[in-house]
């Protein structure tokens, strides 16, 4: 069975700093797609980036990235120049060949003003 | 901002009562998806569903039921909320392709319940 990892329950970074978001997991599939969703206080859970797993490049958006490494099965979210509206919590999800959904326990990200 | 809306957004009630968590989507999705959530932890995944009549449990047991009469409208429901049904309900969808697993999940809000 597939199983999703955060190592970091809680995470402070200094406003316009950089902060990387660790998440590994493990499968023994071939084929499936790395998600990063943030979760504000009280708000909608919005997804922040996407990695399909036969790409090597690694996803971004604005300033957010991952540094996917699939040997590893690591799949980390960098946020460059955090601005207070990335305060959240922030959930590492991986889809599964059979459609299942599967979270990670989640990383608490406060910022520093 | 996503079209998928639930109702109510909080609810206080006693022991005993009958409750029922309303969740509506206008994206036309077929795949939609109930998580239980403390606050500030894990999702767990409670109910899904493939699309009309179509209704599975998720790997978290719960007391709920769920029903899809119409694609859009995915309700949960719990005969005699107890104490320990004191939590908050996210529902989801996204689209359903065979083979296709690149689509994002889409939130509601959250319902979020207490129950005295």
């Known amino acids: 069975a597939q199983t999703v990892t955060q190592s970091q329950p809680e995470m402070s970074v200094q406003e316009a700093e950089t902060v990387t978001l660790s998440c590994t997991y493990d499968?023994?599939?071939?084929?499936?797609?790395l998600f990063w969703y943030k979760q504000p206080p009280s708000r909608q859970m919005i997804l922040v980036i996407r990695?399909?797993?036969?790409?090597?490049q690694n996803a971004t958006e604005n300033r957010f990235s991952v540094n996917f490494q699939k040997a590893a099965k690591s799949f980390s979210l960098k946020i460059s120049d955090s601005q207070l509206g990335d305060a959240a919590m922030y959930f590492c999800a991986y889809r599964s060949r059979d459609d299942k959904i599967i979270f990670g326990k989640g990383t608490r990200l406060h910022i520093l003003p | 901002e996503a079209d998928i809306y639930q109702t109510p957004r909080y609810l206080v009630i006693g022991t005993g009562k009958k409750i029922t968590l309303e969740c509506s989507q206008t994206?036309?999705?077929?795949?939609m998806y109930w998580y239980q959530q403390d606050p500030g932890m894990e999702l767990h995944l409670i109910h899904y569903s493939y699309g009309v009549n179509s209704t599975e449990k998720g790997d978290l047991s719960s007391e709920s039921t769920v029903s899809r009469i119409r694609t859009e409208h995915f309700p949960l429901t719990l005969e005699s909320a107890r104490p320990s049904h004191t939590s908050q309900y996210l529902c989801?969808?996204?689209?359903?392709?065979?083979?296709?697993?690149?689509?994002?999940?889409?939130f509601g809000e959250g319902s979020r319940l207490t129950v005295l």
């Open positions: 499968t023994s599939e071939s084929d499936y797609y």
């Open positions: 989801a969808s996204s689209e359903y392709l065979a083979g296709d697993h690149t689509g994002e999940l889409f």
């Open positions: 990695q399909e797993a036969y790409k090597q």
């Open positions: 994206m036309g999705h077929d795949k």
